[in-house]
């Protein structure tokens, strides 16, 4: 409950593409397409939230993210 909760608020107020919820894990998948305003906006949404959050992982902070991101723009 407070993972689709936290999950309303960042769609609500960050640009999000998709989100998936595993309440089982109490964890969140995020797609945006604007990182820069997205993890600048993160930290107030969480502090204002209270939410409490224990770990976050990029999954495109990699030289292949970047390349595959290049190549399906074309």
Do not use: C, W
């Not at 495109?60 to 390349?67: H, K, Q, Y």
């Amino acid at each position: 409950r407070e993972g689709r909760s936290f999950a309303h608020l960042l769609v609500r107020d960050l640009p999000i593409s998709g989100i998936q919820i595993d309440e089982e894990r109490g964890a969140l998948s995020v797609l945006t397409k604007d990182p820069g305003t997205f993890y600048a906006g993160l930290a107030r949404v969480v502090t204002d939230s209270g939410a409490h959050v224990t770990e976050m992982l990029s999954e495109d902070d990699n030289l292949d993210s970047v390349f595959r991101y290049l190549v399906s723009r074309e």
